[in-house]
T-cell receptor
C-alpha cells in the first residue's frame, strides 16, 4: 500500500532552472494539496485541487504552477526557480469533503535546494 | 478564517517526564482541531483529532489532547515521554471545508535518554 508517493525526493537546482515535482496517490482521493515546510513557519499551502481537472491557489502560490490531469496525480511546477523556493515540499491527499474524514495523508517530502 | 498558534518552538525533556504542548486557535464557527507529528526524516502523520463530543481526545502512542472552548485551546499531553517521541508536533485547524489546513509553526520536541 503505497499511499502518497512523491518524486523526486531530493533535487538541487540553479537559479532560473525549471522542474516538476510529481505526487501520486493510490487511495482514490478526490482532494490533493501541495505544502511547503520552512523552519519556524510550519506548513504553508501552495496550491490544491478538489478533483481531476481543477486547481486553486493556496496561501503562497507565487512562482508555482500545478496540474491535475489525472485523479491520482498532482504535479507542482517551478517555472524559474529562485533561492527563496529552497524548502521541503509535501504533497497530501484526502478522500473528500473535510467533514467526512478530517485526515490528510502526506507523502514523505521532496527536499529542493535552489542555488 | 481560522488560525492557530503554538506557544513553544523547542522543548527538551528527559525520558519519563510529562509533556504538554500549547495550541490556541482563533474563533471561526464550528471547530475541528488536529495534532500531527513528524518523526525525523518522515512524513507528517495524524496523532489525534477533535471534531465534536468528548473534549478529551485520545490518540496514538499514548497522546491525548483536551479541547477547552472557553480558552480557545487544544493542548497536547503525554504523561510519560519516551526517546521515540522525539519529533516535531504541529497543531492544525481547517480553514474551510475543502480540507485546507492552517498549521501552527510547530514544536520541536527532543527527549533525552
Amino acid at each position: 500500500n503505497a499511499g502518497v508517493t512523491q518524486t523526486p525526493k531530493f533535487r538541487v537546482l540553479k537559479t532560473g532552472q525549471s522542474m516538476t515535482l510529481l505526487c501520486a496517490q493510490d487511495m482514490n482521493h478526490e482532494y490533493m494539496y501541495w505544502y511547503r515546510q520552512d523552519p519556524g513557519m510550519g506548513l504553508r499551502l501552495i496550491h490544491y485541487s478538489v478533483g481531476e481537472g481543477t486547481t486553486a491557489k493556496g496561501e503562497v502560490p507565487d512562482g508555482y504552477n500545478v496540474s491535475r490531469l489525472k485523479k491520482q496525480n498532482f504535479l507542482l511546477g517551478l517555472e524559474s526557480a529562485a533561492p527563496s523556493q529552497t524548502s521541503v515540499y509535501f504533497c497530501a491527499s484526502t478522500k473528500g469533503r473535510f467533514s467526512n474524514t478530517g485526515e490528510l495523508f502526506f507523502g514523505e517530502g521532496s527536499r529542493l535546494t535552489v542555488l | 478564517a481560522q488560525s492557530v498558534s503554538q506557544h513553544n518552538h523547542h522543548v527538551i525533556l528527559s525520558e519519563a517526564a510529562s509533556l504538554e504542548l500549547g495550541c490556541n486557535y482563533s474563533y471561526g464557527g464550528t471547530v475541528n482541531l488536529f495534532w500531527y507529528v513528524q518523526y525525523p526524516g518522515q512524513h507528517l502523520q495524524l496523532l489525534l483529532k477533535y471534531f465534536s463530543g468528548d473534549p478529551l481526545v485520545k490518540g496514538i502512542k499514548g497522546f491525548e489532547a483536551e479541547f477547552i472552548k472557553s480558552k480557545f485551546s487544544f493542548n497536547l499531553r503525554k504523561p510519560s515521554v519516551q526517546w521515540s517521541d522525539t519529533a516535531e508536533y504541529f497543531c492544525a485547524v481547517p480553514t474551510d471545508s475543502w480540507g485546507k489546513l492552517q498549521f501552527g509553526a510547530g514544536t520541536q520536541v527532543v527527549v533525552t535518554p
